[in-house]
Structures are given as C-alpha cells and as structure tokens.
C-alpha cells in the first residue's frame, strides 16, 4: 500500500550515575539482539553513542538519532535511569516515544538494576513536563518481553507519524441534512493535520481537464480486471476512470510538503447529474491503495479511516451504522448458530466504498436509493456486495460541537450471513451492541458513520486515543453485562440480562 508512513526506531539506554552502566549497555544489546532475531524485518536503530545519564548526553543522543533517521525512540531503562535527563530526550525527541525497562537477572546484589522502581520516577517526571510517551501495560520484561512491547509500539508509532503528516483534502461542503458530519475542525490543527477545502467546481474543473488523459484506457483495464465477472455497467468505466485520475493528481499536487492524504469527498445531491455518475467505486479503489476517502465530506471519518489504515496496514471502510437485522433473518441465520443477541447484531452498510478486497463478492451496480428520484444513467458506479466474515473493529474519532475531542472503539465480527441487501453491507455482531448503541453512540451524539478496520485492533486504537488526547472519561468501549455506563439505568440493565430488578 502506498500512503503509509514507515516506521524507524531507535533505541536509547539510559542509567542512573550510581547504578552500574554496564547494566544498561548490556541489557540494551541484549534487547537489539532479541529484536533482530524475532522481527527480522523490523528496522530498528541502536544508538551507541552514549547512555545516557546526563542532559548532554541525552542531547547527543538525540542528535545520532536523529541522524540516523529515527522517527520513533524507545527510552530503555537498563537500571533505574535519570528521571530529568530520559524525559528530556522525549521532550525534545520530535516523533511518538515509547518507554520499557529491564526486568532483574540473578545478580541481586552487584547486579540489581532498579528499573521497576524507576519507571515510576519517570512516568511522574513525563507528566510533570506534559510529555506524552507510550507505556505498555506492563512495561518491565526481559530482552524478548521488550521486543514484543516494541513491536506492538509500531503500529500506534505509525498511526501518530502519519497524523502528524496527513493532510485532508476536501471537495464542498457536507450535504443538506447531514449536519452530523459537520463537525469543528479546530481539532484537526491541535492534532498536527492540515486541510485543504475545495469548491466542487474546482473538483468538476479538473475532472473536465482529464478528458481526454492518455492514461484513461490503463485505468480501465485495471478495473476490468478487478472486477471480472462483476462488471455490469462497463459503459461508465471511462468515467470512472478520468475521475481517479483526477482525483490521484489532485492529492499529488496538492499535498504540498505533507507526506499522506485523505480525501473527504461528495457524492450527492448535485455530483450524479453533474458528473453522469457516482464515486463509490473509486472511492472504494484509492482506499484499497491506502488513500481514505470518506463520504458525505465526513472530514473526521476520513481521519478515522486513516488512523485504521496506518495501525492495520490494510484496507478499512466507513460505513453508515445503518439498520437492524430483521427478526426472521435472526431466527434463521444467527440465533443457535451464533452466540450474539438480537440486539447485539446490526448492519453496516454504504452505497458501495468498499475496497473489493473486502468483499466476498462484488459488481458494479446503479445507487438504488438515489435511483428513486433520478435517472438511474446518473447513479451507476457502486461496488455492491457482502462484506467478508471475519473479525474487525468498529472506531471513530471525533470532535463535538464544542471542539472536544472524543473516540470510541469497539470489537465484534462480520457474521457469514447473507445481507439480502443492496449496496456494500454486512451482517455485524458486537457484544451488548444495544447498550453501547444507547448509552454512547446515541448518548454522546456520534454520526452514524462509523470506520471499519478488518481485525481486532481495538488495543492498538485505544493506546493511539489516548496518544493524541482523547480524554479518557470520553473513551469509550462496548462495555460487558454488568459494568454500566455513566448514567446508564441499572434496573433497566437488569432487565435487558434476564433478570429482575
């Protein structure tokens, strides 16, 4: 995939002046060693110019770091380590910072280390600086436990690069109706990520440039061959394809110094007549490359998707949190076969924006929906088809009417049951979805667009929240039976569990 940042880390010892610093440039070697040898593909830097114990040395680590093109560090405390000095070099270091530290080895005496104790000494000193560093759950291990801590820093490293670096390009403004995508983007500045707002006349504009654009029967062959058998409106291919490339221009010539792009783009009420056309499918397309692009100008569901993308390395999708899984299909299809209540199930659906990677079948097809009102020439251009079985995780990050930020993940699966729908859709099932839908999505005033990342990374997507500075009282998960949400009603709880109240 293209658009995604990688990741460099490098790793930093430091040590306490009265502790051994052979503790620190040991066990450091060690946990390069335990590294390479697990995760042979990682690329990862060990800084050897120094431990560091003083603020000049934190400040030459830096600098070798920096010019062996790190952009994330892991402070490593081999003993009990300086608290000013490591939380300098975090401060200082411009890029996501992780911190670990050496569990004790059998020399308790000359060879006692410390380094449980000084995490503590060290995550005080970060939040005294308002220093923001990833520490794992239980962030002291032998040299093969902090290997897998770092490994599992790369994806959250990744996600916090790439925001840092993202500009969202945007084409008009959200349609009539649809005030809840219509979010502050005060958020987006605090986060580090640039948009650019466009007319869709300037959009139209360019479209019409790509005309008569030589690369025009390449694009068409490529989508012919992707969609096989499901190719049932090749007449709008051309069309299809002008607009991708009008749409890959774009973002290269617009990204200006930012490295990755996401796209929040429009598709109704005036884009079908004007453009003879919907853009699901190449919507669908540029997000299986690794470019989002969300609906309905959704600028905070194009970053969800984004972050998704980074931290999975694959395609994800948004999809509206749509309708509910007729009773009949439950009886049929789930209920016996699957362990999920009527009310934890639900489908997710778009008129056609997922990557065909993602589907177990698809074809080109006309927008049933806005065929209702217009001629259905003017609508063709969705994937349709059933999302795979599988696990995944449903997320958003967004800003509320008053710019604060707030997020929500959730993990559940795709069931392997028929939609009987149209569109791109998919049987979804997350355990007590009925209170999470009322007590948090309802409740805390969400869009009904929610990202899809095809996997459990609900883990990795919390650590990223937290990250960036979503407050933790608004960070939310589906909660189990028994553990209520803020306000929630417990003898309704009760209720809804069998029980009396």
């Known amino acids: 995939m293209i658009n995604l940042p990688e990741v460099k880390i490098g790793i930093v010892a430091v040590s306490r002046d009265c502790f051994p610093e052979s503790l620190s440039v040991n066990r450091r070697k060690a946990l390069t060693k335990a590294y390479v040898e697990k995760y042979d593909d990682a690329d990862i830097y060990e800084c050897p110019i120094c431990i560091v114990e003083s603020e000049i040395h934190a400040m030459q680590a830096l600098e070798d770091i920096r010019k062996a093109g790190c952009n994330a560090l892991c402070v490593y405390l081999g003993n009990f380590g300086p608290e000013i000095s490591e939380t300098i070099l975090a401060q200082k270091f411009d890029g996501p910072v992780m911190f670990a530290a050496a569990a004790e080895e059998n020399d308790l005496m000359g060879g006692r280390g410390d380094a449980f104790c000084g995490m503590l000494n060290a995550s005080y000193s970060l939040s005294l600086r308002n220093v923001k560093a990833y520490i794992p759950d239980y962030p002291v291990g032998t040299a093969e436990e902090c290997a897998d801590m770092i490994n599992g820093f790369l994806p959250i490293a990744r996600a916090i690069i790439g925001i840092r670096d993202l500009k969202i390009i945007t084409f008009g403004p959200r349609p009539q109706n649809f005030m809840a995508c219509n979010a502050p983007i005060k958020q987006l500045y605090n986060l580090g990520v640039e948009v650019e707002e466009n007319s869709e006349l300037d959009l139209f504009e360019a479209f019409h440039k790509h005309a008569d654009d030589e690369r025009i029967p390449d694009k068409i062959k490529e989508m012919e061959e992707e969609l096989g058998e499901g190719n049932q409106k090749p007449e709008i291919l051309p069309k299809l394809a002008q607009y991708e490339l009008t749409l890959l221009d774009w973002a290269n010539e617009h990204k200006g110094y930012r490295k990755y792009v996401a796209i929040a783009g429009k598709?109704?009420?005036?884009?079908?007549?004007?453009?003879?056309?919907?853009?699901?499918?190449?919507?669908?397309?540029?997000?299986?490359?690794?470019?989002?692009?969300?609906?309905?100008?959704?600028?905070?569901?194009?970053?969800?998707?984004?972050?998704?993308?980074?931290?999975?390395?694959?395609?994800?999708?948004?999809?509206?949190?749509?309708?509910?899984?007729?009773?009949?299909m439950y009886e049929e299809a789930i209920k016996g076969k699957h362990d999920y209540k009527h009310t934890e199930t639900f489908m997710g659906f778009h008129c056609g924006n997922t990557c065909s990677r993602k589907l177990s079948f698809?074809?080109?097809?006309?927008?049933?929906?806005?065929?209702?009102?217009?001629?259905?020439?003017?609508?063709?251009?969705?994937?349709?088809?059933?999302?795979?079985?599988?696990?995944?995780?449903?997320?958003?990050?967004?800003?509320t009417a008053d710019c604060k930020l707030r997020a929500y993940v959730a993990q559940g699966e795709v069931l392997p049951v028929a939609t009987k729908s149209f569109g791109a859709a998919g049987v979804f099932a997350i355990s007590e979805m009925g209170r999470f839908y009322r007590s948090v999505l309802v409740g805390k005033n969400y869009p009904h667009h929610g990202a899809v990342a095809f996997g459990h990374f609900g883990k990795e997507l919390w650590e990223v929240f937290q990250y960036i500075g979503v407050p933790v009282e608004d960070l939310d998960f589906n909660r189990p039976a028994g553990m209520l949400y803020p306000g929630e009603n417990p003898f309704q709880v009760l209720v809804y569990n069998g029980r009396k109240p």
Do not use: H
């Open 267 to 328: 598709c109704w009420p005036a884009f079908q007549t004007q453009f003879g056309f919907v853009p699901c499918y190449v919507n669908s397309r540029l997000t299986g490359m690794g470019i989002p692009v969300s609906c309905e100008v959704d600028i905070y569901g194009a970053l969800s998707e984004f972050i998704g993308t980074c931290i999975s390395q694959d395609a994800v999708t948004l999809l509206d949190i749509n309708n509910t899984v007729p009773k009949d």
């Open 362 to 399: 698809c074809s080109m097809k006309y927008q049933m929906i806005m065929s209702r009102s217009l001629p259905v020439e003017v609508t063709q251009g969705t994937l349709e088809g059933d999302i795979i079985p599988g696990d995944i995780t449903f997320y958003r990050l967004q800003s």
